[in-house]
DNA sequence: TAAGCGGTTGCAAGGACTTGCGTTGATAGC
DNA sequence: GCTATCAACGCAAGTCCTTGCAACCGCTTA
């Protein structure tokens, strides 16, 4: 960059000074000669420098694990459209086969100068992954607020779907229907949320032997739900709406009926689960709700105010559709 | 920011030069005392400089108009995922509810130096539109490419999917079936790919009075199609899933049966599709070909190969499931 | 133990950028 | 037509940053 203040002065033919004093956004410079300064400067392939770019960086990164699941988008429009009325831009951060790991993305944003992150259902909800990028985003005091997860260690704001009221829900309902053989088809092992599921689904006497842990996909829930069905469930309570679809396509791949042979309910109540063969019957994630929760604990943050690192926690509400009936006699 | 170097100097307790080599990624530095420069440097507020932010900064701006429609984040996965195989690392911009305009993002994405920008269902679709960023792009010469819609003046590279072929496919698909009083819901006026599906629609005899134009969701697909239904139709086309999901409320909204009364097609076959009630007949876009193809368009830019501004045509695929039948004698 | 060697760092000269001040030229007022 | 005024800009001194060179340190080798 040797001479970068001589080589455009003489393109623009401006001393020096001049360029100067536009580099640095100095008055005394018109704005024909500001102008024609930071053209040269594009055209020769310099970076203007950061306050000229307009400083309108107020950046947010929002970190997803995946698209495929519809609550991802969901929640994405929710949280992007508040952080938009508040005058933040949102850059949506998805992990991809082959693709870029959470600790990459951290890496990346903290270069855009983002002022805060958003974590949904990512790899700290695994309890067993790498947690280094949080420590980071902790020293570097980062505005940050976690979804649907905890990381204990750190202090970070939460906001969540009460898991423990969500698995009662769905429990409660298909055994108000009449159902004893209950299956629960959950995510990772190391997934928090599901591991919430299984805690309470067992403290309410549910059979660890009914339980299958599987990849949160329609095919997963497919072979989860193969099994269970073989082992004779009558109705299976799953941790996302995909599991649910792929569980109903497994109950119909063995000659059983939704509802009548298998009752099934879904967790999340993403968008179209109503136009499903059978409607859904799931618990919702009050997303709305959370999503506001979410900005506002991160706009505060970024305002300075002291956020209290705690969990809020959101009641999810059950959405009975058609896939739940009463057992057969 | 006077005094930098000798600042950060005296606070890790080195030499301005060795400052300053680190600064300018020289080497003869160790890697400890270069990670305390780089730290001291964080601490002190000072930003560091681009290329000590890694030159992983290879970004790619993908710019959506909404993620409602399972399409777009189906086609930011694909898109995604075969960037990341690259190296590139993509962000995702979204225009939400009282959100950012696409002319915002594209300031943002230049500011953030990015590498090239896709733009997919984009307001260029709408052919009423402002262009002015485009231009912009044209200018400073970005690696650009856009996905279904066409923006004449500007010399893009384009992937789409050859809406002609799909609309006569729907068309004789129905029309076969024996339907002759066929409606086609369509999105916006001024969205291209609906404007070449209706000038097909009435090149293939589509009859004018049948067709409705409303916004791409669910609730528009309704309205426009409880419209047609009360005119009579025994066939609906429609210009996307969502709109063929509306279509389908309406339907029996109006006491009729899908596909006993109406038959419905839609368009995209988004996920879930096949497990909607009834099963959507639809017409599927190759968004895998599409994104890779886009995704090869994009980087030969990048590379600083030549790419000839063509529109790619995509053939489309017709997918034949439950939401159509013949029609009642 | 001393010499050799490669990696790391400070010194200081030289170069690049910034800035106070003076000059220029245009405009307006007398 | 003359001059006061002011914005715009160049000059050049001063400040800050860069870099070649040499000193230093720890390690290996004779």
Redesign the pocket.
């Known amino acids: ?6 080589e455009v002065a003489k393109k623009v ?9 536009v ?2 956004g ?8 500001r102008e024609a300064v930071l053209t040269a400067l594009d055209v020769l392939g310099y970076e203007r420098p950061t306050q000229l770019r307009g400083d309108r960086a107020r950046l947010v990164g929002l970190v997803l694990p995946e698209l495929q699941n519809p609550i991802f988008p969901a929640f994405a429009e929710v949280v992007g459209g508040a952080l938009a009325q508040q005058g933040f831009t949102s850059v949506l951060c998805t992990r991809t086969v082959g693709g870029v790991s959470e600790a990459d993305y951290v890496d990346l944003l903290l270069q855009q100068q983002v002022s805060g992150v958003v974590f949904a259902g990512g790899l700290y909800a695994q309890a067993d992954a790498s947690h280094g990028h949080y420590e980071l985003l902790h020293e570097r005091k980062l505005p940050t607020v976690l979804v649907n997860a905890a990381v204990e260690r750190l202090d970070f704001p939460q906001v969540s779907c009460d898991d423990v009221v969500a698995a009662e829900m769905a429990l409660g309902h298909v055994r108000a229907l009449g159902h004893e053989r209950i299956g629960l088809v959950l995510g990772p092992k190391d997934h928090v949320p599901s591991r919430r599921k299984l805690e309470t689904f067992q403290a309410e006497g549910g059979d660890p032997e009914l339980v299958e842990h599987t990849m949160f996909s329609l095919e997963g829930g497919h072979a989860a739900a193969a099994r269970l069905v073989r082992r004779g469930v009558t109705a299976v309570i799953c941790a996302s709406d995909l599991l649910a679809l792929g569980t109903v396509r497994a109950a119909r791949r063995a000659g059983l009926s939704v509802p009548g042979d298998v009752s099934v309910v879904g967790f999340d109540d993403s968008a179209l689960m109503n136009c499903t063969e059978p409607p859904l019957t799931t618990v919702r994630q009050p997303i709305d709700a959370m999503g506001r929760a979410v900005v506002d604990l991160l706009v505060a943050q970024i305002d300075k105010a002291v956020v209290p690192a705690d969990e809020l926690l959101f009641e999810p509400e059950l959405v009975v559709r058609a896939s739940t009936a009463r057992p057969r006699a």
């Open positions: 960059m040797t001479r970068r203040l001589a033919g401006v001393s020096e000074a001049t360029v100067s004093r580099l640095n100095k008055p005394g410079v018109s704005d024909a000669t």
